[in-house]
C-alpha cells in the first residue's frame, strides 16, 4: 500500500490551495481516509476525513474553509483549502483506517501513512 500526498506550496493568507492524496494497493471506497497536519514543534492533529460511505469530519479550525472529497475513478481523495491562514501551515499527511466512525479524529487509528506535503501560509 502506498499513499501520496500532493499539491503543497507556498501561498499567501487568504489564498486556496488543494492537496490530492492517491493511492495504490488499497480502494479509498473501502476505507475512511483522513488528512492530518503538523505545524513545527507541535504534535500532529486531525484536520478532515472522508469515510467509505461519504460521511465527512472536520476539525473546528478548518470547518467552513476546507473541504474533503473522493474521486472514486482516480482512487484520490481531495483536500480543497481556501481562505488559509498563517496557522494553517503545516505538513499535510493523509492516511487510511477502518476504525470506528467515532475514533476517526485519532491518529493512531490509521494504518497507512502517505509522506507528507508541505503547506506555507505566509502572512
Known amino acids: 500500500v502506498q499513499l501520496q500526498a500532493s499539491g503543497g506550496g507556498v501561498v499567501q493568507a487568504g489564498d486556496s490551495l488543494t492537496l490530492s492524496c492517491a493511492a495504490s494497493?488499497?480502494?479509498?471506497?473501502?476505507?475512511?481516509v483522513g488528512w492530518f497536519r503538523q505545524a513545527p514543534g507541535k504534535e500532529r492533529e486531525f484536520v478532515a476525513c472522508?469515510?467509505?460511505?461519504?460521511?465527512?469530519k472536520y476539525a473546528d479550525p478548518v470547518k467552513g474553509r476546507f473541504t474533503v472529497s473522493r474521486d472514486n475513478a482516480k482512487n484520490t481523495v481531495f483536500l480543497q483549502m481556501r481562505d488559509l491562514k498563517p496557522e494553517d501551515t503545516a505538513v499535510y499527511y493523509c492516511?487510511?483506517?477502518?476504525?470506528?466512525?467515532?475514533?476517526?479524529?485519532?491518529?493512531?487509528?490509521?494504518?497507512?501513512w502517505g509522506q507528507g506535503t508541505l503547506v506555507t501560509v505566509s502572512s
Open positions: 494497493g488499497v480502494l479509498f471506497r473501502s476505507y475512511t
Open positions: 492516511a487510511v483506517t477502518t476504525v470506528i466512525w467515532g475514533r476517526v479524529t485519532e491518529d493512531n487509528h490509521y494504518r497507512y
Open positions: 472522508f469515510s467509505w460511505d461519504g460521511k465527512t
